[in-house]
């Protein structure tokens, strides 16, 4: 990479840098005539200059040049306007050059921004190209961390700088060497003097930012070390509380926090000593003016009106000179930062670009033998994995290398696999390093499972197939609004020299994998995942998932498809009491009290519980049907059979485990509330007493507790209500709360509650899978699936939804 | 069947006739309740043992295996207990129980039986006296064998 910062940006935005500084020669000139025009304001129709006499005109806007051999050309005549006439004409070509010049100011900042990011993502990518490309011993001394850092902190002030690069110093350069250029046209010693001062800003300035960009390194370094600890506290985590080392840890963060402190305090207090002097140097040069030229002109030697003239020049100078140095710091200060940067990024050996070149073509498979010749590799240490091993594996050959860990078989593999790259020797392929070899031909012809796998943040479908992804090998089709947004992105990818392919591409390669389209990939994944013995976790991860139901429309069809089949097996196999169906006029006594009032399922975190229970629709209900004082009653029952049973144990008694609705800490406080009732109505209770005591019904079972607390008439009640809930709820429960509906799929419920559309009754057990429900539902759900979808494919689609 | 029914049942076992209700209340909310149709198996011989069960209603044969199949060694009814022994020395089911009839049991787990024996000393105490009980019921029977066999032998 390039090593100046400055040539980097010239290099790759040579072209804009110059259109930029063009438009801003070109926003000079509103800007300088809208100083003029004030004056002219004030002099002329104001002060009446050249209106003397009543009813007196001026040309307004004659435009007329001089045009060297051809004579005088008048390009327009002009208005003769009055004094008012005039006022308002002068106040309109005021605020028109306003606005000309707020355009300017518009479009040049938006563009230098523009350029500026389009900067930023070019160094990004180009590092990160540069990671994928890194040897791989590199990585063993480079914390990800830290990697992470310069590419997202470190770099991101020189995107802001780019736009600032060319045009800022020629702008203000310009505009300090024109005032410059005055006061020596004015006076010539004088003028020198103020050259000198300048001069000597130039050289001492730099000299004393020199600590201070050496201070900005070590900021920089101290910060992105730190920011390597903190990823490796939160990798080691397991091994600090194993080891009791937090403290250590705590001591070490502390040491380097002070460091951080110590060196920005420095550059803190040297940057103002810096600006001081800075200042010091500016304000003194009007000193020099006053004394030496004050003397000169008392002596007679200098003309007063000079001396002015000079003395106002000089206040346009010191402005631009103050800017242009702020620049050159903030441009030494990027360029240090990124000459950090590039440090890190240049590395030897870097994988060649045309090793990872884009194939999209199916690779062949090896057609010849896989040399090793005189292999020596080594650890990171230096110490030899292997050593002058040499061996050659045919095609078609199954060779195991066997030995104790560590013994050297694995690092043979690695160096099959490139992941150690050799000291000595090489390995071949018909005659060729592997390491020139593409690595379309390496990377899909060879793999290696070693024991510390990767896998990558996404969805199961993701990881699974993450081996087939090489290029991008079908074209999206875009149209309208997404045609032209992805034209958008491809020339803004193609303008900071990122590549332009295409994520939205499948880039699953169906053809390597031996079947035609994602249609039939399950029939290539299936035996892999059973050879793994992975199919059954799978099936149960997928039964227990929600499945995003916009990706996968068939999916959830065929669901209510198996729903009724799984009824219809079940009442075949005379096990129908086995899941007790979900009906919208029947109370489900396997599921709780709060099921069965809902109905239907809340998509969290939008609605919970506790909202619900707030919520006056939801409460109006319950008030109409008079089920609150029910509710209320059974609560109180509840907490009683609760407390009685529960409040003799100590609060980690194993028997907790079965107490479903409330806590051992729970204990205590119905207790208490439970004296406090006794014996008043629903009316002397608080609110709050009211929601703690209700909220104990919502979870009660009949089967499971046993508390008899269900009559007949009170599960008719609480479906009426349920039916009174769902008659007129406002749209914005409807939105959160989605009833069951047998014929529907129900988005929020899990694939294994579509499934089965009912509760596994909790005195059902299948022989001796006994223990509780869970079990029973997973596995009967199972068989059921294995059963009706042969293809299973369905279920790897589900998992592809869940993350 | 409620929580009481199931107390009341409780308290028919010789096993727990002596422990106070408030306790067999507690247990019985912490056991699952199960149900079986004619037929099914509550456990097999050589199965770890993890639980008791109390038969609340309807009736189970006690098989044991034999070179010759399965032998029908005794028949159990309600408001008797049956895995007890295995839970309580820690050895696998010496026989398989299967309903007979629809049954329902209350299924009393391993950890929560012993968990109750330690935290109700009397409970204990009953149940080392039906053991003893059955103990000298065993040695009796036993000796009265052994007799009958020594005068047939003569």
């Given at each position: 990479?390039?090593?100046?910062?400055?040539?980097?940006?010239?290099?790759?935005?040579?072209?804009?840098?110059?259109?930029?500084?063009?438009?801003?020669?070109?926003?000079?000139?509103?800007?300088?005539?809208?100083?003029?025009?004030?004056?002219?304001?004030?002099?002329?129709?104001?002060?009446?200059?050249?209106?003397?006499?009543?009813?007196?005109?001026?040309?307004?806007?004659?435009?007329?040049?001089?045009?060297?051999?051809?004579?005088?050309?008048?390009?327009?005549?002009?208005?003769?306007?009055?004094?008012?006439?005039?006022?308002?004409?002068?106040?309109?070509?005021?605020?028109?050059?306003?606005?000309?010049?707020?355009?300017?100011?518009?479009?040049?900042?938006?563009?230098?921004?523009?350029?500026?990011?389009?900067?930023?993502?070019?160094?990004?990518?180009?590092?990160?190209?540069?990671?994928?490309?890194?040897?791989?011993?590199?990585?063993?001394?480079?914390?990800?961390?830290?990697?992470?850092?310069?590419?997202?902190?470190?770099?991101?002030?020189?995107?802001?700088?780019?736009?600032?690069?060319?045009?800022?110093?020629?702008?203000?350069?310009?505009?300090?060497?024109?005032?410059?250029?005055?006061?020596?046209?004015?006076?010539?010693?004088?003028?020198?003097?103020?050259?000198?001062?300048?001069?000597?800003?130039?050289?001492?300035?730099?000299?004393?930012?020199?600590?201070?960009?050496?201070?900005?390194?070590?900021?920089?370094?101290?910060?992105?070390?730190?920011?390597?600890?903190?990823?490796?506290?939160?990798?080691?985590?397991?091994?600090?509380?194993?080891?009791?080392?937090?403290?250590?840890?705590?001591?070490?963060?502390?040491?380097?926090?002070?460091?951080?402190?110590?060196?920005?305090?420095?550059?803190?207090?040297?940057?103002?000593?810096?600006?001081?002097?800075?200042?010091?140097?500016?304000?003194?040069?009007?000193?020099?003016?006053?004394?030496?030229?004050?003397?000169?002109?008392?002596?007679?030697?200098?003309?007063?009106?000079?001396?002015?003239?000079?003395?106002?020049?000089?206040?346009?100078?010191?402005?631009?000179?103050?800017?242009?140095?702020?620049?050159?710091?903030?441009?030494?200060?990027?360029?240090?930062?990124?000459?950090?940067?590039?440090?890190?990024?240049?590395?030897?050996?870097?994988?060649?670009?045309?090793?990872?070149?884009?194939?999209?073509?199916?690779?062949?498979?090896?057609?010849?033998?896989?040399?090793?010749?005189?292999?020596?590799?080594?650890?990171?240490?230096?110490?030899?994995?292997?050593?002058?091993?040499?061996?050659?594996?045919?095609?078609?050959?199954?060779?195991?290398?066997?030995?104790?860990?560590?013994?050297?078989?694995?690092?043979?593999?690695?160096?099959?696999?490139?992941?150690?790259?050799?000291?000595?020797?090489?390995?071949?392929?018909?005659?060729?390093?592997?390491?020139?070899?593409?690595?379309?031909?390496?990377?899909?012809?060879?793999?290696?499972?070693?024991?510390?796998?990767?896998?990558?943040?996404?969805?199961l479908?993701?990881?699974?197939?993450?081996?087939?992804?090489?290029?991008?090998?079908?074209?999206?089709?875009?149209?309208?609004?997404?045609?032209?947004?992805?034209?958008?992105?491809?020339?803004?990818?193609?303008?900071?020299?990122?590549?332009?392919?295409?994520?939205?591409?499948?880039?699953?390669?169906?053809?390597?994998?031996?079947?035609?389209?994602?249609?039939?990939?399950f029939?290539?994944?299936r035996?892999?995942?059973?050879?793994?013995?992975?199919s059954q976790d799978i099936l149960d991860m997928a039964l227990r998932s929600t499945v995003n139901t916009a990706a996968h429309s068939g999916l959830t069809d065929r669901i209510v498809e198996l729903r009724q089949a799984l009824r219809k097996r079940l009442k075949k196999e005379d096990l129908e009491d086995l899941v007790v169906p979900l009906k919208l006029?029947?109370?489900n006594?396997q599921a709780?009290?709060?099921e069965?009032?809902?109905f239907g399922t809340m998509?969290?975190?939008?609605?919970?519980?506790?909202?619900?229970?707030?919520?006056?629709?939801?409460?109006?209900?319950?008030?109409?049907?008079?089920?609150?004082?029910?509710?209320?009653?059974?609560?109180?029952?509840?907490?009683?059979?609760?407390?009685?049973?529960?409040?003799?144990?100590?609060?980690?008694?194993?028997?907790?485990?079965?107490?479903?609705?409330?806590?051992?800490?729970?204990?205590?406080?119905?207790?208490?509330?439970?004296?406090?009732?006794?014996?008043?109505?629903?009316?002397?209770?608080?609110?709050?007493?009211?929601?703690?005591?209700?909220?104990?019904?919502?979870?009660?079972?009949?089967?499971?507790?046993?508390?008899?607390?269900?009559?007949?008439?009170?599960?008719?009640?609480?479906?009426?209500?349920?039916?009174?809930?769902?008659?007129?709820?406002?749209?914005?429960?409807?939105?959160?709360?989605e009833r069951y509906d047998p014929e529907r799929y129900t988005a929020a419920a899990t694939l294994m509650d579509n499934v089965l559309f009912g509760r596994v009754g909790f005195?059902q057990?299948d022989?001796?899978s006994?223990?509780a429900s869970s079990c029973a539902r997973f596995s009967t759900g199972c068989n059921f699936m294995k059963t009706f979808s042969p293809s299973g494919w369905i279920l790897m689609s589900a998992l592809a939804a869940s993350? | 069947?409620?929580?009481?029914?199931?107390?009341?049942?409780?308290?028919?076992?010789?096993?727990?006739?002596?422990?106070?209700?408030?306790?067999?209340?507690?247990?019985?909310?912490?056991?699952?309740?199960?149900?079986?149709?004619?037929?099914?198996?509550?456990?097999?011989?050589?199965?770890?043992?993890?639980?008791?069960?109390?038969?609340?209603?309807?009736?189970?044969?006690?098989?044991?295996?034999?070179?010759?199949?399965?032998?029908?060694?005794?028949?159990?009814?309600?408001?008797?207990?049956?895995?007890?022994?295995?839970?309580?020395?820690?050895?696998?089911?010496?026989?398989?129980?299967?309903?007979?009839?629809?049954?329902?049991?209350?299924?009393?787990?391993?950890?929560?039986?012993?968990?109750?024996?330690?935290?109700?000393?009397?409970?204990?105490?009953?149940?080392?006296?039906?053991?003893?009980?059955?103990?000298?019921?065993?040695?009796?029977?036993?000796?009265?064998?052994?007799?009958?066999?020594?005068?047939?032998?003569?």
């Open positions: 990479m390039e090593k100046s910062l400055t040539r980097y940006i010239w290099s790759n935005t040579r072209l804009q840098q110059i259109w930029i500084l063009l438009v801003v020669a070109v926003s000079m000139i509103p800007y300088f005539l809208s100083f003029d025009l004030p004056k002219q304001i004030v002099n002329g129709p104001i002060q009446g200059t050249g209106f003397e006499t009543p009813g007196a005109t001026q040309t307004f806007m004659r435009i007329q040049y001089d045009v060297p051999y051809f004579g005088e050309v008048l390009f327009f005549d002009g208005l003769e306007l009055t004094r008012f006439q005039m006022l308002m004409a002068l106040s309109l070509v005021f605020l028109f050059l306003v606005v000309i010049n707020g355009l300017f100011k518009l479009y040049i900042n938006t563009y230098k921004g523009r350029l500026g990011e389009r900067m930023l993502r070019r160094i990004r990518f180009e590092l990160i190209d540069r990671v994928l490309r890194f040897p791989p011993a590199n990585f063993k001394r480079v914390k990800s961390a830290e990697i992470a850092t310069m590419i997202k902190d470190e770099v991101e002030p020189m995107g802001g700088f780019t736009g600032d690069a060319f045009v800022q110093p020629a702008l203000l350069g310009g505009q300090a060497l024109t005032a410059l250029i005055f006061i020596i046209m004015q006076n010539f010693w004088l003028g020198m003097i103020a050259a000198a001062i300048v001069a000597v800003q130039g050289v001492v300035i730099p000299r004393m930012r020199k600590r201070l960009i050496d201070l900005g390194r070590q900021r920089q370094l101290t910060a992105r070390e730190l920011s390597g600890r903190v990823g490796e506290i939160v990798d080691g985590i397991g091994t600090i509380h194993g080891h009791d080392t937090s403290n250590y840890e705590r001591a070490d963060i502390a040491a380097r926090l002070g460091l951080i402190f110590s060196i920005r305090y420095d550059l803190y207090q040297w940057k103002f000593l810096v600006k001081f002097i800075n200042n010091f140097l500016a304000q003194v040069t009007p000193f020099l003016f006053y004394s030496i030229g004050g003397y000169l002109a008392l002596q007679g030697r200098l003309d007063i009106g000079q001396l002015v003239a000079v003395i106002n020049a000089y206040k346009d100078l010191p402005g631009p000179l103050k800017e242009l140095i702020d620049w050159d710091q903030a441009r030494q200060d990027v360029q240090v930062k990124y000459a950090q940067v590039v440090e890190q990024f240049n590395v030897d050996r870097l994988v060649d670009p045309q090793i990872q070149a884009l194939v999209p073509e199916p690779v062949d498979p090896l057609q010849h033998s896989i040399n090793a010749v005189n292999l020596t590799l080594l650890d990171d240490t230096g110490a030899p994995l292997i050593e002058h091993v040499s061996l050659e594996i045919k095609p078609g050959e199954t060779v195991a290398i066997v030995g104790t860990s560590g013994s050297g078989g694995e690092a043979l593999a690695e160096g099959f696999a490139r992941l150690i790259w050799p000291e000595q020797g090489r390995i071949t392929i018909d005659g060729k390093d592997i390491l020139d070899l593409p690595e379309s031909i390496t990377g899909r012809r060879i793999a290696y499972a070693s024991s510390d796998t990767y896998f990558f943040h996404g969805t479908r993701d990881n699974l197939l993450y081996s087939l992804k090489h290029a991008p090998l079908t074209k999206v089709e875009y149209e309208g609004k997404s045609a032209a947004q992805y034209k958008w992105n491809i020339n803004e990818a193609r303008r900071a020299g990122n590549p332009e392919l295409d994520l939205n591409s499948d880039w699953v390669d169906y053809v390597s994998a031996g079947v035609t389209g994602p249609h039939d990939l029939t290539v994944v035996p892999v995942l059973d050879a793994v013995l992975m006029d029947a109370y006594p709780t009290v709060g069965n009032l809902l998509k969290r975190p939008m609605m919970t519980n506790r909202k619900l229970a707030a919520h006056p629709y939801f409460r109006s209900i319950l008030r109409e049907t008079d089920l609150h004082l029910d509710l209320y009653a059974m609560g109180l029952e509840i907490a009683a059979n609760a407390v009685e049973l529960f409040q003799d144990l100590p609060p980690d008694h194993p028997f907790f485990q079965q107490l479903t609705f409330m806590t051992a800490d729970d204990i205590p406080h119905y207790q208490q509330l439970l004296q406090k009732l006794e014996g008043r109505g629903f009316d002397d209770a608080s609110q709050d007493e009211r929601s703690s005591i209700i909220r104990l019904s919502f979870s009660y079972v009949e089967p499971r507790h046993r508390f008899g607390l269900l009559t007949d008439e009170l599960m008719a009640k609480i479906v009426d209500a349920r039916a009174r809930f769902h008659n007129n709820m406002p749209d914005e429960l409807k939105a959160v709360i005195t057990v022989g001796s006994v223990y993350a | 069947m409620l929580l009481k029914d199931e107390v009341e049942m409780l308290r028919r076992v010789p096993l727990f006739s002596g422990v106070a209700p408030a306790k067999l209340k507690l247990l019985a909310f912490t056991s699952d309740r199960v149900s079986y149709k004619a037929g099914q198996t509550l456990f097999r011989q050589g199965d770890p043992a993890d639980a008791a069960y109390v038969i609340l209603t309807g009736a189970a044969d006690i098989l044991s295996d034999s070179p010759s199949g399965e032998i029908k060694v005794a028949e159990i009814e309600h408001d008797s207990i049956v895995g007890e022994i295995a839970i309580l020395c820690d050895v696998s089911r010496t026989a398989t129980v299967r309903a007979n009839s629809a049954l329902e049991a209350l299924r009393i787990s391993k950890e929560h039986f012993l968990k109750l024996l330690s935290d109700y000393p009397e409970m204990t105490i009953e149940i080392m006296r039906v053991l003893a009980d059955r103990l000298s019921h065993t040695t009796t029977e036993l000796s009265e064998a052994r007799s009958k066999q020594k005068q047939a032998a003569k």
